[in-house]
């Protein structure tokens, strides 16, 4: 929904530098999240603090439903067409958007580096443990990639011209992809962290990639567009951790985070082959 309603509002580099503006948003949540989950535990329990957020997802769909502005309807079937029907069209638009080569192309490449990077952000609990660091050493690491994810889009979004961002999404990925490497070498607390906040970073590569997506996504299908992004990068990043927490079932959390890193990297030469434009 956020995504389309800010392609509505803004075109060209304002909807990119509009995209920017939302991942920092989210990293700054995410920050305050862990900080604000971490005094909650502290001072109410961990039964207090889950109220305590509950309580807030019930105020954020309040404030979405209150302020922000209705999307106009899209486009749907007769009213006698059925349940059948609007699962047809549904299917048919996504077949549609998944056999263009461009825009699979795109999804593929706002899909898969994150559901490799979520693979190895679900193990850093068990890295830790295995480790032997203390249990507050988890929420260090777990902060780390927001907070390289807030430098990242600070600094892409905000310094560099639109052309050198699509120039550099493949070496972002890698950016991404190259620091969980590291974790082969079973680092400490402070070097995880910061190898964290690198790998953090790469994630502004999909600010290169959206103003492509968008104008490759016919008008009337920008909607479809959207909710197929969303849905595909929720259930990759759900596979991800799933995939390579089973890997360190068959090694060590610090192999399979290393893995991770290597599909990242994997995914940096594919993007560098087959999107030279990028």
Partial sequence: MSSRLIALELTGDAYV?????????SSGGQLLGLAGAGVAVTVLGARGALLVSAAGYLVAALLVRLRLPALPALPAPSAD??????????????????ADRAVR???????????????????????????????GYAALLLGALPVGM?????????LLRPALRERLVAPLVGLLGLP????????GAPAGALLLVVAGCGFSYGLGVQRRFVT?????????????????????????PALFGALAQLGTAAAAMAAAGVAVLLTAGWIWRTLPNL
């Fill in 150 to 158: 807030l430098a990242g889009d600070l600094v892409v979004g905000r």
């Fill in 105 to 135: 192309r795109l999804l593929l490449t706002q899909w898969l580096p994150p559901a490799f990077a979520a693979g190895a952000e679900g193990l850093i609990v068990a890295y830790t443990g295995e480790r032997g660091l203390p249990p």
């Fill in 216 to 240: 490759a996504v016919p008008t009337d299908r920008q909607g479809q567009a959207f909710g197929l992004l969303s849905a595909g990068a929720m259930t990759l990043q759900g596979l991800g």
């Fill in 81 to 98: 067409a059925g349940r059948a029907a609007v699962l047809r069209h549904s299917w048919t638009g996504n077949r549609a958007l998944l």
């Fill in 17 to 25: 530098l509009g995209r920017s503006l939302g991942n920092l948003a």
């Fill in 180 to 187: 969980l490497l590291g974790f082969a070498l079973h680092p």
